[in-house]
């Protein structure tokens, strides 16, 4: 595709809810990033995928985290019983090449998740 | 710790002055560094990319040198324009990661630019 795209872009949740956040990287991308980027701070790494593996979680900031590249193209982040401190926004990134390690990340537009 | 720390954190300059923004970093061992630009509600946009070999790269009216040795990088906006009015993100890709991989990137909380018609 053009760019990452990342669906839904807003997501109102009451709490204890599970959400479910997709990211569509841009094709052909074998490496694929989480951030969680909260107001009028930095993003902050939550997790990477290469193809299907995910190779490194350790940014999850809790077991009600979980995500998953099964096909290793499309992700879904999912949160668990949804707290207000997980307001945030989710940012998905990919990058090419088989490691990832000297390429651009091109991110998406991320969704904005508020937990009420 | 490996932290990026981007100063000043606001910056409002009239239309047409050169300016400079800063980032740091506590670990001179780096792959490479980035500088991204987000505008309110969007994604981030990657402006430029400096390899750990590197010393400068440029794109148009933007300059981003690094200094390893020092653990700082700037970003050079010349002619600034009305339109460069975004936050700044800085980001660092380590050559060590004591928490995890080294693929992901540690980012600093951005400077927010104004530009001033």
């Known amino acids: 595709g053009a760019g990452v795209s990342q669906s839904p872009r807003y997501k109102v949740a009451k709490r204890g809810q599970d959400v479910a956040l997709r990211c569509d990287p841009i094709?052909?991308?074998?490496?694929l990033f989480w951030y969680q980027q909260a107001l009028g701070q930095g993003p902050e790494f939550l997790t990477y995928f290469q193809n299907e593996a995910q190779l490194d979680k350790s940014g999850l900031p809790s077991d009600r985290f979980f995500a998953e590249r099964p096909e290793g193209s499309v992700s879904t982040l999912k949160i668990q019983r949804t707290q207000q401190e997980d307001s945030a926004v989710y940012l998905c990134?990919?990058?090419?090449?088989?490691?990832?390690?000297?390429?651009?990340?091109?991110f998406g537009p991320g969704t904005r998740l508020t937990v009420l | 710790k490996q932290e990026v720390t981007q100063i000043p954190a606001a910056l409002s300059v009239p239309e047409g002055e050169n300016l400079v923004l800063n980032c740091s970093f506590t670990d001179s061992a780096i792959y490479n560094l980035q500088w991204f630009r987000q505008d309110p509600g969007k994604g981030l946009t990657s402006l430029l990319l400096i390899q750990s070999s590197q010393r400068e790269q440029t794109s148009g009216r933007l300059n981003a040198s690094l200094d390893k040795s020092s653990g700082r990088s700037t970003l050079y906006i010349a002619a600034s324009q009305p339109g460069d009015s975004a936050t700044y993100l800085c980001a660092v890709r380590w050559l060590f990661n004591s928490g995890g991989s080294n693929y992901k990137l540690t980012f600093g909380k951005g400077t927010l630019l104004t530009v001033n018609p």
């Open positions: 990134a990919s990058s090419g090449g088989t490691s990832g390690l000297a390429d651009t990340q091109y």
């Open positions: 094709s052909g991308h074998v490496s």
